[in-house]
């Protein structure tokens, strides 16, 4: 199970987390002492989006069109790393 380092450039805040983890970016991050935006924590509202600059994993993303996605923007409620990750929260499509 590799293990990424997770940076949230904006409020220069990391931490490191397991790809497997049964825990997405926005719950580690919370842990973490950040308050970031979110609502339904399953990716149908969109509103915990943020743009990653690395791999993410992310299932359940809904509300991202493709071109979203490749552009480097996940819903961090069901993401998780799959490398290390510059994620930038104030950063939306």
């Known amino acids: 199970m590799p293990e ?3 940076h949230f450039v904006n409020e220069d805040v ?5 790809e497997d ?10 842990k ?3 308050n970031l935006q979110y609502q339904c ?3 149908h509202c969109g509103m915990c989006v943020a743009r990653a600059e690395g791999e993410v994993r ?3 993303a809904m509300m991202l069109t493709e071109d979203e ?3 480097g923007y996940c819903l ?3 993401a998780r790393p799959l490398s290390d990750l510059d994620v930038y929260s104030d950063d939306t499509p």
């Open 4 to 6: 990424h380092t997770v």
């Open 14 to 18: 990391s931490f490191e987390m397991d």
């Open 21 to 30: 983890s049964p825990d997405s970016i926005l719950d580690m991050a919370e």
């Open 32 to 34: 973490h002492g950040l």
């Open 41 to 43: 924590r399953m990716g």
């Open 58 to 60: 992310q299932e359940d």
């Open 69 to 71: 996605k490749a552009e």
């Open 76 to 78: 961090t409620c069901v």
